[in-house]
């Protein structure tokens, strides 16, 4: 199995653009999540999906993130208008449903908002 | 704010010693986890222990929980230099959340 698959790997933007993050899990995987990860913050975990439907969005900074997960392999994360603040590492990770082991991480995709 | 803090943040020693991290976190759990973390790189699991255990072992790797104190340590033996790396630990609670801590930042030196 190729693992999960984030797209693309580095974007550098300028502010106001509009960022869309891709991501590809695991096939059999059921379950998605979509973590930040900065210098400051950590690791936060923005939303997860089970079986495609958002789970809890909680972690979602603010109205100019989205996430949609249209099909069991496939899912978005949208910044729009992006801000400088927004720079950082964003992680999609998935494992099977109903498990409560391990997640398996993409590479990550690098974002800085000029 | 987050719900594990790792404890040191960042830990050096030399190749054969053991490294010890320790994390503490807040709120009852289901299971606790430990990831590696290589500069660059996504995430990698380690190990995971449940609410009831208390220990737990692979290859190198030892991991304790205690629930009473809300705590859990990571002891890799036998360190060695492909050993440095960031570890996480992330506590899973109700709901499937799971939520990383701070990290520690190991470096052994060859």
């Known amino acids: 199995d190729a693992g999960v698959i984030q797209s693309p790997r580095h974007e550098v933007t300028e502010m106001g653009q509009e960022v869309t993050l891709r991501c590809k899990p695991i096939s059999g995987h059921n379950s998605l999540f979509w973590y930040r990860q900065t210098m400051m913050r950590g690791l936060e975990l923005l939303i997860y999906?089970?079986?495609?439907?958002?789970?809890?969005d909680s972690g979602m900074p603010e109205d100019r993130f989205s996430a949609k997960m249209p099909n069991a392999s496939f899912s978005t994360l949208k910044i729009q208008p992006s801000e400088p603040r927004d720079s950082a590492v964003y992680f999609c990770a998935s494992r099977a449903t109903g498990s409560t082991g391990e997640l398996f991480f993409g590479e990550g995709s690098r974002l800085t908002v000029l | 704010s987050q719900q594990g803090e790792e404890d040191p943040q960042a830990l050096s020693i030399q190749e054969g010693e053991n490294a010890t991290m320790n994390c503490s976190y807040k709120t009852s759990i289901n299971n606790l986890q430990w990831y590696r973390q290589n500069s660059g790189r996504g995430l990698v699991h380690l190990i995971l222990i449940r609410s009831n255990e208390r220990e737990k072992h692979s290859g190198r790797l030892r991991v304790t929980l205690d629930t009473s104190k809300k705590s859990s340590s990571l002891l890799i033996t036998a360190s060695r230099a492909a050993d440095t790396a960031s570890y996480f630990c992330a506590t899973e609670t109700s709901g499937s959340r799971l939520t990383f801590g701070e990290g520690t930042q190991l470096t052994v030196n060859p």
């Open positions: 999906f089970n079986n495609n439907v958002p789970i809890d």
